[in-house]
């Protein structure tokens, strides 16, 4: 007995009908038929009660059809869970991300991979990127998600590009400059600024620095945060004003105005980082994924 004998049987089964099963295994009915008929003369008993109309199920059929059914089930996941392991992935990846940079990124990214290997757990982390860089260097990531830094700070890493987005200004709706449809940096410099935290987010203060260079008054600092939510929600009081990716607009919906800025062209790359020594044919594909999305 093989597994095909399993597979046609079940179909069989559940069709009640071999023309029907035929067209779903895209095998010829007489071969399936004669599956069936081997599968019987091995088994020593009929599965089926055939007449012209109908094919049913035998008493003995129907408990053959249970067990059949778990054996082909219980084969699946052998073959998936060897074949992550096979992959080198151990049934697990750890990938390091930022939520409002990898909003568009990261969920289709997620449905490809878990559609190819279900049995394959990814552990999300949601880290800055000071920590994912570190996390990766410990071993405790496999990928991280990330905005592209300075080359220093990615040393010993790969880095794949995934995206780049232009820096916009978030207000809160009710401020002044909410009506306007685009707005210089002159006009940003006279407002106070809410930022992330350069500890955590030094990439994100080398981005400043590098959009304001060029202007002789820099703008105020007020606040710093070490997330995008307290950051959302000190722009949405009228703390401040902040400068952020256009991509926030996925995650802020009507709770702040992004507004573009005038005669700038600066971009944030986002991108996937992991350490080639410790790669995985399953963290390869997932990160494959990633930059297909």
Same mark, same amino acid.
């Given at each position: 007995?093989?597994?095909?004998?399993?597979?046609?049987?079940?179909?069989?089964?559940?069709?009640?009908?071999?023309?029907?099963?035929?067209?779903?295994?895209?095998?010829?009915?007489?071969?399936?038929?004669?599956?069936?008929?081997? +599968?019987?003369?091995?088994?020593?008993?009929?599965?089926?009660?055939?007449?012209?109309?109908?094919?049913?199920?035998?008493?003995?059929?129907?408990?053959?059809?249970?067990?059949?059914?778990?054996?082909?089930?219980?084969?699946?996941?052998?073959?998936?869970?060897?074949?992550?392991?096979?992959?080198?992935?151990?049934?697990?990846?750890?990938?390091?991300?930022?939520?409002?940079?990898?909003?568009?990124?990261?969920?289709?990214? +997620?449905?490809?991979?878990?559609?190819?290997?279900?049995?394959?757990?990814?552990?999300?982390?949601? +880290?800055?990127?000071?920590?994912?860089?570190?996390?990766?260097?410990?071993?405790?990531?496999?990928?991280? &998600?990330?905005?592209?830094?300075?080359?220093?700070?990615?040393?010993?890493?790969?880095?794949?590009?995934?995206?780049?987005?232009?820096?916009?200004?978030?207000?809160?709706?009710?401020?002044?400059?909410?009506?306007?449809?685009?707005?210089? &940096?002159?006009?940003?410099?006279?407002?106070?600024?809410?930022?992330?935290?350069?500890?955590?987010?030094?990439?994100?203060?080398?981005?400043?620095?590098?959009?304001?260079?060029?202007?002789?008054?820099?703008?105020?600092?007020?606040?710093?945060?070490?997330?995008?939510?307290?950051?959302?929600?000190?722009?949405?009081?009228?703390?401040?004003?902040?400068?952020?990716?256009?991509?926030?607009?996925?995650?802020?919906?009507?709770?702040?105005?992004?507004?573009?800025?005038?005669?700038?062209?600066?971009?944030?790359?986002?991108?996937?980082?992991?350490?080639?020594?410790?790669?995985?044919?399953?963290?390869?594909?997932?990160?494959?994924?990633?930059?297909?999305?």
């Amino acid at each position: 007995m093989e597994l095909r004998h399993l597979r046609y049987f079940v179909a069989v089964a559940e069709a009640e009908n071999v023309s029907r099963a035929a067209l779903k295994l895209h095998v010829s009915q007489p071969g399936i038929s004669r599956q069936i008929r081997d +599968l019987e003369e091995e088994i020593g008993f009929p599965l089926f009660e055939r007449s012209a109309q109908s094919l049913r199920l035998t008493a003995a059929g129907k408990v053959f059809l249970a067990g059949a059914t778990e054996v082909l089930q219980h084969a699946a996941a052998a073959v998936e869970k060897a074949r992550a392991i096979a992959l080198g992935g151990g049934g697990e990846i750890h990938v390091g991300y930022a939520p409002s940079l990898t909003v568009q990124i990261l969920p289709p990214a +997620l449905r490809k991979f878990q559609a190819e290997f279900p049995r394959v757990r990814v552990q999300l982390h949601d +880290l800055s990127t000071e920590e994912m860089l570190a996390q990766l260097r410990a071993g405790k990531l496999q990928v991280a &998600l990330l905005v592209k830094t300075r080359p220093a700070m990615l040393r010993g890493l790969e880095f794949l590009e995934l995206a780049r987005y232009r820096m916009c200004v978030a207000v809160a709706p009710s401020h002044p400059l909410a009506r306007w449809k685009a707005i210089s &940096l002159e006009q940003v410099a006279r407002e106070p600024l809410v930022a992330y935290s350069r500890g955590d987010y030094p990439e994100y203060h080398e981005d400043l620095a590098a959009i304001f260079a060029g202007l002789k008054n820099r703008p105020r600092i007020v606040e710093e945060h070490d997330g995008v939510t307290s950051l959302v929600a000190a722009v949405e009081s009228g703390r401040g004003i902040a400068l952020v990716p256009d991509v926030l607009s996925c995650m802020v919906g009507p709770r702040l105005k992004l507004i573009p800025l005038k005669a700038v062209k600066h971009e944030i790359v986002v991108g996937a980082a992991w350490r080639p020594e410790k790669s995985s044919p399953v963290a390869e594909k997932f990160i494959a994924l990633a930059q297909a999305t």
